[in-house]
């Protein structure tokens, strides 16, 4: 089935959810006992479900079922529509939610709130506010942010893809819509027991048939509530948490995002219309003027042969319209998983209570890319309001405080100042600050691979052995920084712990505020804190304790953590779980170093070998290593809230796991106790790999024996040493003296010199020379301003640069036995899928142009160019294609446009090693700072023909605005750049994007043009095309491409449209035999 035909299954709910939601909002205007407060909010609240399927039904399904790229472009607006309906709607249920309890709880003072006997003055200042507000912010968040999109691979809307997006739409919609939700559970619970209650007291004075009618009554509003409830819920959960495990099925995806979105519309319609009789009736035209079924709290008994007084009947009339609003409601059922993501630890969080941390204490402040990270000791400000307020270098307070709250605990997310060095958090805007600002540390990109964050320190227990393994053992495993947190430790553990941070491996975090709290009640703090610190400053990192050893197992083909990090090719996976296993600690370590035999003697991994056969499983005291960007929330032992389109890994206890070693004194296990140690036995003796044994060994005791073994001297000599200490710093006395005189002098004869000539008019007056500002590394743009530049860290190396650099060296004079691909082959496998394509626009430049990607997509599915191993390598705005080579060799990368966007180029620098990279763009500021920092940049277009062009260029300013401009530029002929300037035989990797220009030399890449001439060969090239901006191209790349169809020689995949009549290509040469020895075979 082609993937536009499930646009069909899209029309029967979008149908349902236009027909019912319309026949609600009309109903209001025909309906007299929906003219009131609830009835205009149930109208509201439908109107947004009727807007929604309308759009599903009109603009959606034809969209998708037709191909329509001019639709799929400005599938961004829709987007924003759907979404503007979708919280209208939510926001719709929770105020009905709040008027039914009003009117069941507070019927006094229901008219005064709603005004909806007279007038429904309140209910409409109430339904504008909610227009108002949901579209501001809806335009703010999905419109300038993040918009919105119809992603045709996907079948699905999503989100511009970045961090910040998968952040905003996890809190703004999945969690925001979750506490919607619940707090009209809240309402509707309380609003049935109350109804409930009452109705038992007046059951007595009502017969049989009245009792049942109104038990009935009840039965069809929970029924109502219960199922929109279960239809809002199932499609939370199906949208944001079944597709992070089922990411690859995309019919699933299909049925559980885009299906489950309109259908929950149509449902809320549907089952609305099914449980209100009015509505029936109105629909079927059976009294549909009669007045609306009320509350049975205030139905009264069918009575015959007796009259009401007036009195009886103004009563009733009231209070029938209060409580309507309970009859004619809906109620979600909400359930309880969904809310216990971020409830991390129930006993921290009820302790939390009886701490009294009055003020927000910051430990550190972190920048990212696009907000700063404000971690806190502070653990009961969870979801206060707080205000972020900035400093410069001067300590000076920037205006303009960040109004934001405390979400996850002890967290809280900033956004960004131009000129902000230093900040701090108060309850209040302005006013005194609660503690003195701290510095903001630079987060920009990542500088370690694997590191490690270590419980808090405390106790009485010394801890310098056992720091020493720990960071030893973890070191031989790969990691290559640790985070230590403390509560307390003696001065001589802290000189081991000043030693590793004197050589850089180590920072040590002291965990103190000016409110009291137990040692043990620091360990969520020290989590939150060092999430928040490995963000952008790790690819993974371990969250364990000091006595916990991650392993790899002896038959484990990995030898150490890191080499298996390594090879973990899948970026969906954001954390690993290890298993326990437990080793009985009988002593404790001894308190002081002593010598070296003494230290071998009790170090723990020697020691210590009783180990239990019990592994424990996944939800016993697991430990995990996480990927920190891709995770939301961190608990103890793993993380409670990850970001969409991740995946966890569970390690196999054959394949690695975690050794705690569990002391057995009582001070320490506290309530674990000594039975429940028991319950992990039998125990048998086992040891860590004798390697691993061996090293450590040698390690830590040259570490420990390096800051405590302290060589002690003679009493004669200490005395010598005390003489020439003395006679030193004399000596360095004298020498000041001297200098300080000398230069005394010196200043003084320049000073004469000076005056001197001042006095004689004939001296040439002294010029200062002008100062020339370096550029560095750009940080981020900024609007109208251009770039601010900075140094920023080396970023690692990718995996497969390693593996790419010890292939074996090219021979490219003979075909590779066994090929992996046959060019030919795969020419005539796309001659075959290509040529039917696009053959019916032979003549037809226009049609071809506007056709090209819808028509030529399909030729990427079949299997001869699926076997071509064509990696992405993405820019912040685009994907580039590249194919990387079987054999080592040097390789070329030219890059004609670069458009102050380097990020696929650096990305293939840590990629492929023994590359030369050239770049061109007439663009000097910032292209040159930004290629030159790996590769060769020259200042100028390329073209046809040497001279001055025209060109649409892109000049110094931010990457947000990204203004196009026209201008005349120096440019230099394709032919000669490569020929004379560049020496150049063969361009293994291009990256060709000028904006149009690329029509001047399109016909160079065919046989016998000017690039053959010259003898030069371009192995794959990724090309965007511009007819937007150079409408004769459509006829040059018609005739290109039916040329290069004849010819052979080129192989053009990857179609994707960028714009109206702009697209882009990926294009492999089939013709060239180093080239395919080299990529292809």
């Known amino acids: 089935m082609e993937w536009s ?3 069909f299954f899209l029309i029967p709910s979008a149908l349902i959810g236009v027909v019912c939601n319309w026949t609600v909002v009309f109903s209001v205007l025909k309906i007299s006992s929906l003219k009131q407060s609830f009835g205009y909010l149930t109208a509201n609240q439908a109107l947004g479900d009727a807007i929604h399927c309308t759009a599903f039904l009109f603009y959606v399904c034809p969209m998708m079922i037709l191909d329509i790229e001019e639709f799929q472009y400005h599938s961004k607006h829709c987007g924003f529509l759907l979404l503007f309906c979708y919280e209208l709607s939510v926001l719709s249920h929770l105020v009905i939610s709040f008027n039914r309890f009003s009117a069941v709880y507070t019927p006094t003072r229901y008219s005064t709130m709603f005004k909806s006997l007279s007038e429904p003055r309140n209910t409409v200042t109430i339904i504008v506010v909610m227009w108002v ?20 691979n996907m079948l699905m809307f999503s989100l511009r893809f970045s961090d910040f997006c998968a952040t905003l739409t996890w809190y703004t919609d999945f969690w925001k819509f979750i506490i919607c939700i619940t707090l009209v559970v809240v309402f509707d619970i309380f609003t049935v027991v109350k109804v409930h209650s009452i109705n038992k007291l007046v059951r007595g004075v009502n017969d049989t048939k009245t009792n049942a009618k109104k038990r009935s009554r009840e039965m069809v509003f929970l029924r109502q509530t219960c199922l929109q409830g279960i239809a809002f819920v199932f499609e939370l959960v199906s949208y944001f948490v079944v597709p992070l495990f089922l990411a690859e099925n995309k019919v699933l995806l299909f049925f559980l995002t885009t299906f489950a979105w309109v259908s929950v519309h149509a449902l809320d319609g549907a089952i609305t219309v099914a449980c209100n009789p009015d509505l029936r009736k109105f629909i079927t035209f059976r009294g549909a003027r009669s007045s609306n079924v009320v509350s049975s709290t205030h139905a009264h008994p069918q009575m015959t042969g007796e009259r009401r007084s007036e009195t009886q009947r103004a009563s009733t009339s009231e209070t029938s319209h209060q409580h309507a609003e309970y009859e004619n409601g809906t109620m979600f059922i909400m359930t309880i998983f969904q809310i216990t993501a971020f409830i991390k630890n129930g006993e921290q969080r009820m302790l939390a209570f009886y ?11 972190f920048a990212y890319k696009d907000h700063i990270a404000v971690t806190l000791f502070s653990q009961t400000h969870y979801g206060r309001v707080v205000y972020c307020r900035y400093f410069d270098c001067q300590r000076n307070e920037i205006k303009q405080p960040f109004e934001a709250f405390v979400f996850p605990e002890s967290a809280v997310l900033c956004g960004r100042r131009i000129g902000a060095e230093y900040l701090a958090v108060s309850n209040e805007p302005d006013g005194e600050l609660p503690e003195n600002p701290v510095k903001i540390i630079r987060r920009d990109e990542p500088e370690h691979f694997f590191t490690v964050c270590l419980a808090p320190l405390y106790g009485d227990e010394a801890k310098y052995l056992q720091l020493a393994e720990f960071i030893e053992y973890y070191k031989l495993q790969g990691a290559t920084f640790f985070h230590i947190y403390h509560i307390n430790v003696s001065d001589y553990d802290r000189l081991l712990l000043d030693d590793y941070v004197r050589t850089g491996e180590i920072e040590t975090i002291k965990m103190h505020d000016n409110f009291w709290r137990a040692d043990f009640m620091w360990h969520m703090v020290q989590i939150n804190d060092c999430h928040f610190r490995s963000k952008t400053f790790a690819k993974w990192t371990a969250f364990i304790d000091i006595d916990e050893r991650l392993e790899m197992r002896q038959q484990s083909q990995f030898r150490t953590i890191g080499q298996y990090l390594d090879s973990i090719t899948d970026p969906k996976i954001n954390y690993l779980f290890w298993k326990t296993q437990w080793v009985q600690k009988t002593e404790d370590d001894p308190p002081r170093y002593i010598n070296e035999s003494h230290l071998i003697e009790n170090m723990g991994f020697r020691k210590f070998k009783m180990t239990s056969e019990k592994i424990g499983g996944f939800s016993l005291q697991p430990k995990c290593i996480i990927r920190p960007e891709m995770t939301a929330v961190m608990f103890v032992h793993w993380p409670t809230a990850t970001y969409p389109g991740g995946s966890r890994l569970e390690i196999d206890e054959n394949v690695g796991i975690n050794r705690h070693y569990r002391s057995l004194k009582k001070r320490i296990l506290n309530y674990f106790g000594i039975d429940r140690i028991s319950e992990y036995g039998p125990y048998k003796e086992t040891s860590m790999a004798p390697w691993i044994e061996e090293k450590l060994t040698n390690e830590v005791s040259d570490r420990i024996q390096w800051v405590y073994d302290v060589k002690d001297l003679e009493c004669r000599k200490k005395q010598i040493a005390y ?14 003296y001297i200098v300080t005189f000398c230069v005394g002098i010196f200043l003084f004869f320049n000073y004469f010199e000076i005056q001197v000539r001042k006095d004689n008019e004939s001296l040439v007056k002294l010029i200062s020379k002008p100062v020339l500002r370096e550029y560095v590394n750009p940080v981020a743009p900024l609007d109208d301003t251009g770039y601010i530049f900075s140094n920023k860290p080396i970023p690692p190396l990718d995996p497969r640069f390693e593996m790419i650099n010890n292939l074996p060296t090219c021979d490219l004079t003979q075909d590779r036995i066994p090929m992996t691909n046959n060019a030919t082959a795969v020419m005539d496998a796309f001659q075959a899928c290509m ?38 390598f993405n820019n912040q705005h685009e994907t580039k294609w590249t194919i990387l080579p079987n054999c080592k060799e040097e390789n070329t990368m030219v890059t004609l446009g670069i458009g102050h966007d380097t990020e696929a180029e650096e990305r293939l620098n840590r990629t492929l090693p023994n590359t030369k990279f050239f770049g061109a763009d007439p663009m000097i500021d910032p292209n040159m700072q930004l290629y030159s920092a790996f590769g060769k940049f020259f200042p100028f277009a390329i073209g046809r023909k040497a001279g001055l062009s025209r060109f649409r260029v892109l000049p110094n300013q931010s990457q947000r605005t990204r203004k196009y401009t026209w201008q005349d530029v120096t440019t230099v002929d394709l032919v000669y750049f490569l020929h004379n300037i560049l020496s150049l035989q063969r361009i293994d990797i291009s990256y060709i994007d000028i904006e149009g220009g690329e029509f001047e030399f399109l016909d160079h890449f065919h046989k016998s043009g000017p690039l053959d001439e010259k003898g030069i060969h371009v192995c794959q090239f990724n090309l965007e095309v511009h007819t937007a901006f150079n409408p004769p191209g459509e006829q040059i790349f018609h005739d290109f491409i039916f040329r290069a169809l004849e010819e052979r020689r080129w192989v053009f995949v990857k179609p994707m449209l960028t714009g109206k009549g702009v697209h882009r290509m990926f294009l492999i040469n089939m013709e060239n035999q180093e080239c395919v020895r080299k990529f292809i075979q």
């Open 133 to 152: 507000s949901t579209t501001i912010l809806t335009i703010y968040f999905y419109q300038v942010l993040c918009p919105i999109s119809y992603d045709p």
């Open 835 to 872: 040529r039917p394509l696009i053959e019916q626009y032979r003549g037809k430049p226009a049609e071809l142009m506007s056709n090209w990607v819808k028509a030529t997509k399909p030729c990427d599915d079949i299997p001869e160019i699926k076997n071509l191993r064509i990696d992405a």
């Open 5 to 7: 035909s499930f646009g």
């Open 355 to 365: 701490l009294y941390h009055p003020l927000p204490s910051i430990i550190s402040a």
């Open 723 to 736: 003489y020439r200490h003395d006679y030193t710093r004399y000596r360095r006395h004298i020498f000041f």
